[in-house]
């Protein structure tokens, strides 16, 4: 004869440290007064179901009306490094929706983020660093950043975090010097960026190298990378074994020859072969680069002089699938064969 039987076990759709979400409209303001609640179990379990619901747009609109971000921001100062890691984890989550984007910069969510650089959790700091790279990828959220005065915090962080936070560094910094780079010129970030290009690390060595391209936007910019003796390094990195350093490389060295002295010293670092090879590349940015760093040293008299005999090269590029490639390759010709 069968006897009923209880199981110590929950059932298979349960997660104990996941608090229960309620039905329909009244999930997320249920969950928005456990994230105030004093108990610490009940706000860590509500921080978890969080996490799985802003993979949703849709809900992360909703949170952001009802005020969940006003309660998340009083976690970002929880004891519990629990709290404070999940409540980043969830901060992230958002950052990955356009509409999570614009309410942070609504919430100043930006300034009471800038609190954790120095978390002494790296799991806190890491999410943190994906919020920013995340918040840096549109112009009004880079500028949010710069507009906190958090360039230069950036920029020193960038020798004191471990690899895997310093790639989301370079990541944001890149993304915030194209908006203004100022302060980044003020915090020695040329002579940091020069180190990174000597990374083992080939997505530090390749992010360094597309950092240093917003660097040399600016004429300052262009001044450091001469003053501090970076150009032979990006020559050097032309001969790279990834071709995504090769690409950034020659993208930093076309901002970086358009002053006279950096013609020279990309002259002098005997830049042009690498470049010419280069203009094979698989990588379209590769070659477009390559080529308008080429038109930069042939408006020297000696680089015009040693590209005339590779302009068939050049005439090659002129049927490149891309037309940003093929008018760069027309302007380059028409360049090295101008007579004065």
């Not at 971000?69 to 990955?96: P, Q, W």
């Not at 906190?148 to 310093?166: A, F, S, T």
């Not at 020279?264 to 670092?269: F, I, K």
């Amino acid at each position: 004869m069968a006897h009923a039987r209880i199981s110590m076990y929950l059932p298979p759709d349960i997660n104990p440290t996941q608090a229960a979400i309620a039905y329909g409209c009244r999930a997320l303001p249920k969950l928005n007064e456990e994230l105030q609640s004093e108990d610490l179990l009940t706000r860590q379990k509500a921080l978890m179901a969080l996490c799985d619901l802003m993979h949703d747009p849709e809900h992360v609109y909703v949170a952001i009306d009802i005020g969940c971000l006003e309660s998340l921001k009083v976690l970002l100062k929880d004891t519990n490094s629990m709290v404070r890691i999940k409540t980043t984890e969830v901060l992230h989550i958002m950052a990955t929706h356009n509409v999570g984007r614009e309410g942070f910069l609504e919430h100043d969510i930006i300034f009471s983020l800038s609190f954790l650089l120095d978390d002494p959790e790296a799991a806190c700091r890491k999410n943190l660093h994906m919020v920013f790279k995340h918040l840096a990828q549109v112009p009004s959220g880079a500028q949010g950043l710069v507009n906190n005065g958090l360039i230069p915090l950036l920029v020193w962080k960038l020798q004191r975090e471990d690899e895997e936070i310093q790639e989301l560094l370079l990541d944001t910094l890149a993304a915030c010097l194209m908006e203004d780079a100022t302060e980044a010129l003020s915090s020695r970030v040329v002579p940091f960026l020069k180190e990174k290009l000597l990374s083992t690390n080939d997505h530090i060595r390749s992010k360094a190298a597309c950092t240093l391209i917003a660097v040399s936007i600016p004429l300052e910019g262009k001044k450091q990378v001469w003053q501090y003796d970076v150009i032979p390094i990006l020559v050097h990195l032309l001969k790279d074994q990834v071709e995504e350093v090769q690409a950034n490389a020659a993208g930093a060295l076309m901002y970086a020859t358009v002053t006279t002295a950096g013609k020279y010293a990309a002259l002098d670092a005997e830049a042009i072969y690498p470049l010419l090879n280069l203009l094979g590349s698989p990588l379209r940015k590769a070659r477009l680069n390559a080529i308008k760093a080429l038109t930069m040293l042939a408006e020297a008299p000696e680089g015009r002089k040693f590209l005339q005999v590779h302009v068939p090269d050049f005439r090659v590029l002129e049927v490149d699938t891309s037309e940003a490639v093929r008018r760069a390759a027309q302007i380059a010709i028409n360049v090295i064969e101008w007579k004065p």
